[in-house]
Each structure stands twice: as C-alpha cells, then as structure tokens.
Nanobody
C-alpha cells in the first residue's frame, strides 16, 4: 500500500504566501516524478508544477515566478512554496507521485494521488 498525504492548505490573503507539503509512504522502491495539480470549482484539474528525480522543474505559465516546487528524496516528499497568491489560485491542490513500488506479485510502476488540500485566497 502507498499513501500520499498533503498538508498546508488554508485561507490566505491576496499577496500572501503559503507552503504546501506532500509525503509518500508505503512500499516504495523509487520515486521518479512528483507534482502539484489543482482544480478550481467548475474547472478541470490542471498542472501547477512538476519536478523530476533529477530536480528538473516545470511550471504552468500562470504560476511562473510566484510558485516554487522542491523535493526531499530522503523523505519522499515534495513541497510547493506559493508566493504572491491571488484569488485565481483558489483551488483544491493535489499531489501526484509516480515511481516504482512493491506489491504482492512484485514491483510495478504507478502514479498515486493525494486526497487534496484546499487553498482559498481571499481578503
């Protein structure tokens, strides 16, 4: 079993900052890509930022220069530092973890999602 748990969401004022955390646990052999996605009410889930096992990052245009993704391989964790937030950043933020895992029949590749954490930007 693999668990992915996000934390750090909440209410923040426009222009403020927030740091999201995500940690994976369970029968993990190796984690490759990790990322953050978000889904606003009435909209499809969209990519926010991703980071490879080697540290290469990619960002949605809407968050470039404001958000920073990082990871701690020793902790199987990924973080999203959100600065200069605005109301358009309001959404449920989901963590995605991909890699190789160990199951009853051996190793397998999969992607796991967390349960999501709500971020609300409002004054």
């Amino acid at each position: 079993q693999v668990q992915v748990v996000e934390s750090g969401g909440g209410l923040v004022q426009p222009g403020g900052s927030l740091r999201l955390s995500c940690a994976a646990s369970g029968t993990i052999l190796a984690i490759s890509g990790m990322g953050w996605y978000r889904q606003a009410p009435g909209k499809q889930r969209e990519l926010v930022a991703t980071i490879s096992s080697g540290g290469s990052t990619d960002y949605a245009d809407s968050v470039k220069g404001r958000f920073t993704i990082s990871r701690d391989n020793a902790k199987n964790a990924v973080y999203l530092q959100m600065n200069s937030v605005n109301p358009e950043d309001t959404a449920v933020y989901y963590c995605n973890v991909g890699g190789q895992f160990l199951g009853p029949t051996g190793r397998f590749r999969a992607d796991y999602w967390g349960q999501g954490t709500q971020v609300t930007v409002s004054s």
